[in-house]
DNA sequence: CGGAATCCCAGAAGATACTG
DNA sequence: CAGTATCTTCTGGGATTCCG
């Protein structure tokens, strides 16, 4: 049984962590599926700036393989699938919404500085 | 004035947050200089698992230019630089800190798995 | 000791077209 | 609607050598 994810070096929780989040829009995708609960694709690729439809699809499946997220599909015509959050995704919220919080925090100290 | 910071998308939070402390390396840094207060180059060099001398300066040069961590050279001979946190990047720590928990945690649930 | 300077490449991400 | 499939581009990071 081979493991993508061990490699030679020795692991590091820190980096664990951040190959799981880290990447151009999972936190992103992440965080929107926070505050808006449930997700359909469409909604998605709308919400998310300038997501490509191939780096939507292989984010949300990455995220689904670390099981992050879950992914329900509605056997309908027009299809339908929707995303949220799982319980082990919902763990990374409080860090995420930290994270947030002290991004906007410096957005904000850096306006101020580009005024002046 | 150019910024690098700004492009022409909508500047999201989490995202600008995740620039700071993104790639390969900084999340790591920042912890090992958070458990060991001071470090030198030198010592970084060798605590980063195998972090070469080009991508450990460039990322300090960027965790310095975000003023997250503090540089002081010492005019000596041999010379001596020594890194440690700024209280900007030291705000960043409770979150590294849960990162750190929860990728523990997988860890461990991931060995658990695998010895089934 | 603490870097800087080059060269190079794998893998991440973008563009575009097509499909059940 | 919710994706695949290709192709191309770009860039983060690696390897190596040299410097004050």
Chains 1, 2 share one sequence.
């Not at 020795?10 to 990447?23: E, N, S």
């Not at 499946?61 to 027009?78: G, S």
Request: some cysteine; glycine content about 6%.
């Amino acid at each position: 049984m081979k493991s993508k994810k061990s490699e030679t070096t020795q692991m590091c929780a820190v980096d664990y962590a951040f190959k799981r989040i880290g990447g151009k829009y999972k936190g992103m995708i992440l965080w929107y599926l926070h505050s808006k609960t449930v997700l359909r694709y469409g909604e998605l690729s709308r919400t998310v700036p300038n997501i490509t439809t191939k780096m939507l699809t292989q984010t949300l499946r990455e995220l689904e393989e670390d099981q992050l997220i879950n992914r329900k599909m509605f056997h309908e015509v027009p299809p339908k699938v929707e995303y949220s959050l799982s319980e082990k995704g919902r763990e990374l919220i409080p860090f995420i919404e930290y994270l947030h919080n002290w991004g906007k925090k410096q957005l904000e100290i850096e306006l101020l500085k580009n005024k002046s």
